[in-house]
């Protein structure tokens, strides 16, 4: 499981950026990024979210909620400072 081809996006060394991937959604409402899982595997692994998945949106504007279990959820990049 180790990953010897990770390096794509670390090879400059002295980047103070921390990357992380996440699985999420986007809101059915609004579009707004709903992440509900961090991925450790670098954006690797496929995860299979248990039913039902009920995500309340977390844009102030919407509040929208719902079950986004079935739909297709991508992987976000995540990059801080
Ligand atoms: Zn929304």
Same mark, same amino acid.
């Given at each position: 499981?180790? @990953?010897?081809?990770?390096? %794509?996006?670390?090879?400059?060394? @002295?980047?103070?950026?921390?990357?992380?991937?996440?699985?999420?959604?986007?809101?059915?409402?609004? @579009?707004?990024? +709903?992440?509900?899982?961090?991925?450790?595997?670098?954006?690797? %692994?496929?995860? %299979?979210?248990?039913?039902? +998945?009920?995500?309340?949106?977390?844009?102030?504007?919407?509040?929208?909620?719902?079950?986004?279990? @079935?739909?297709?959820?991508?992987?976000?990049?995540?990059?801080?400072?």
């Amino acid at each position: 499981m180790r @990953g010897d081809s990770e390096t %794509s996006y670390q090879d400059n060394g @002295g980047a103070m950026a921390t990357v992380k991937w996440f699985d999420g959604v986007e809101c059915a409402e609004c @579009g707004f990024p +709903l992440l509900f899982h961090e991925d450790t595997s670098g954006g690797r %692994s496929l995860f %299979s979210p248990a039913a039902p +998945l009920v995500i309340r949106c977390t844009n102030p504007a919407c509040r929208r909620e719902q079950d986004y279990y @079935g739909r297709t959820h991508k992987k976000f990049r995540v990059e801080r400072q």
